[in-house]
C-alpha cells in the first residue's frame, strides 16, 4: 500500500478562530479549513487587534494572487500584524520588497541556492546527516525534533554562512524564538501575552533580533578582513548597480535567513516522520521502494506546509469571486488550505507516497517570493529520509507530540521516539 485515505489523526473542530495562535495547538483546524474553502473561499475574517483581513483559502486564488505583485503587494508586511510606516522601513527584508527591490536582493544571494548549487552540496549533506542519525540511533529513545530535524538544517546553515556549529546551537535558539515568537517555550516576550512595544522596531517583534545584529556585525567585520565564498561574504558585496546593502539591510537579511534557515525545514521533517509513524505501512512501501523518494518529498512538503500563510496587502480595489477588496485591505493567502483543495489535488488528505500531480504552494509556487531555499530544504528532507531508511526498520511513538503555538508556523516541537 503506497497511500493512506486519511492521514490526519485528528482534523480538529470545524468553527476554530483561525487567527488565534491556540487554534493550532492541537494541530492545524483543517476541519475548519475545509469548511471555509467550500462555503466562503475568499472569507472575510475579523481580527481581536486588528482590522481584519480576507483569507484566500483556495488553489488557484492563492496562485493569482501571489503571481500578482502589483495589486498585492509584500511592502506592508508578509505577517497579519499591522506596522506603522516607521516600523516597517526599520524592520524590512527581501520578503517585504516588491520588485525590482526585491530583485536586487535576491540576486545577492541566489546563486548559492539554485539546483545545480544545491546539489554540489549533496556530499556534504549527507555526510552531515549520517552523522547526526548515528549519533541519535545510538540512544535508541529521543526527540526526534531536537535529535536529528534541527541538527542537520542547523549545521548547513552555519556551513553556508561561514561559521561554526558551535554559532549554530545560538542561530537555532534565536531562530526559534523569531518564529516561535508567540509561544512561551521558545521566547520570554511571546508577541500577544506580553508587551513587546520595546522590540517593535527589530524583525520579529523580537529581543533574538538584536542579538543577531550584534552577531552579524561581529562576521562582517571579519568578511571585510578576510572575503571567503559564503553568503555573508556575498551579502556584503555590492549589487548590480555596485550599492552594498547598508548595514540595517544587511542585519534585516542575515535575520531572515536565520529564521527561515532552520525552523522550516526542521518542522518539515519532523511533520514527514510523524505521517509515517502514524502510517507504518508507508514506511515499509518507501523503505522497499526507493525510487517512490522524489514523490514521496513532494508529499511530505504538501501536507506539512509549514509557513501556513503569507500576508498581502491590496493596492487597488478589486472584486474576486463577488467580494469586494478594497485598497489598503490585508489578504492571508493560506498555503496549508490550497494544498489541501480537492479542486486542485485529487482525495487531498491522501498521503500518497506516488502522488503524481503535485503543484503544492509549500515554497509559495508562483510569483517572484518562492521559497530561496527550495532546493535545499528538498535536499536535505530527501538524505534524511533515504539515510533513516537504511538504518532504522520502524520508529514508535514514546510520548505525547508538542505543537507551535502559532498561526503563521505549522510546528511539531517536541516528537518523542524510540527505535523498534
Not at 553568503?231 to 548595514?247: F, H, N, R, Y
Not at 542575515?254 to 509515517?276: P, Q, S
Request: aromatic residues 10%; proline residues 5%.
Amino acid at each position: 500500500m503506497t497511500f493512506v485515505d486519511d492521514y490526519l489523526p485528528n482534523h480538529g473542530p470545524d468553527d476554530a478562530d483561525i487567527t488565534s495562535h491556540d487554534a493550532y495547538t492541537n494541530g492545524v483546524p483543517h476541519a475548519t479549513f475545509t469548511r471555509l474553502r467550500t462555503e466562503d473561499p475568499i472569507h472575510w475574517t475579523e481580527e481581536k487587534d486588528g482590522s481584519g483581513f480576507w483569507s484566500i483559502l483556495r488553489h488557484d486564488d492563492a496562485i493569482a494572487v501571489s503571481r500578482d505583485v502589483e495589486t498585492f503587494t509584500s511592502s506592508k508586511g508578509i505577517r497579519l500584524e499591522e506596522m506603522d510606516e516607521e516600523e516597517t522601513q526599520a524592520r524590512l527584508t527581501m520578503m517585504e520588497l516588491d520588485p525590482p527591490d526585491h530583485t536586487r536582493y535576491r540576486r545577492l544571494v541566489s546563486k548559492g541556492f539554485t539546483r545545480r548549487r544545491v546539489e554540489s552540496y549533496e556530499e556534504q549533506i549527507r555526510e552531515l546527516a549520517i552523522e547526526v542519525i548515528e549519533a541519535a540511533l545510538d540512544k535508541r529513545e529521543f526527540d526526534f525534533v531536537h535529535e536529528i530535524a534541527e541538527q542537520l538544517p542547523m549545521r548547513m546553515l552555519g556551513r553556508m554562512l561561514g561559521t561554526s556549529d558551535e554559532d549554530g546551537h545560538k542561530l537555532v535558539a534565536w531562530g526559534d524564538a523569531l518564529l516561535g515568537n508567540t509561544d512561551p517555550d521558545f521566547t520570554d516576550f511571546p508577541v500577544d501575552l506580553t508587551d513587546t512595544s520595546q522590540f517593535r522596531m527589530v524583525p520579529f517583534r523580537s529581543p533574538a533580533s538584536i542579538q543577531i545584529f550584534q552577531w552579524a556585525q561581529v562576521q562582517a567585520e571579519k568578511r571585510r578582513e578576510n572575503p571567503t565564498d559564503d553568503v555573508i561574504s556575498q551579502l556584503l558585496g555590492p549589487d548590480k548597480e555596485g550599492v552594498p546593502l547598508t548595514d540595517l539591510e544587511f542585519n534585516n537579511f542575515v535575520t531572515v535567513l536565520v529564521a527561515a534557515g532552520n525552523d522550516t525545514t526542521r518542522y518539515t521533517m519532523t511533520h514527514g516522520l510523524w505521517n509515517l509513524m502514524n502510517h507504518p505501512q508507508l514506511w515499509d512501501a518507501w523503505k522497499a521502494n526507493p525510487e517512490f523518494t522524489p514523490t514521496a518529498v513532494e508529499e511530505i512538503l504538501r501536507t506539512s506546509a509549514v509557513t501556513m500563510h503569507f500576508r498581502r496587502t491590496a493596492t487597488r480595489d478589486i472584486e474576486m469571486r463577488g467580494k469586494h477588496i478594497k485598497a489598503g485591505d490585508k489578504i492571508a493567502i493560506w498555503y496549508n488550505s490550497a494544498n489541501h483543495d480537492a479542486d486542485q489535488f485529487e482525495h487531498p488528505f491522501r498521503f500518497d507516497l506516488q502522488r503524481e500531480s503535485n503543484d503544492h504552494m509549500s515554497f509559495g509556487r508562483s510569483g517572484p517570493h518562492l521559497c530561496l531555499g527550495a532546493w535545499l530544504a528538498r535536499m536535505e528532507v530527501r538524505v534524511v529520509f533515504q539515510e533513516l531508511m537504511k538504518r532504522v526498520d520502524r520508529f514508535e511513538p514514546n510520548g505525547d507530540i508538542q505543537h507551535l503555538r502559532s498561526n503563521f508556523i505549522a510546528g511539531i516541537k517536541h516528537l518523542p521516539v524510540k527505535v523498534a
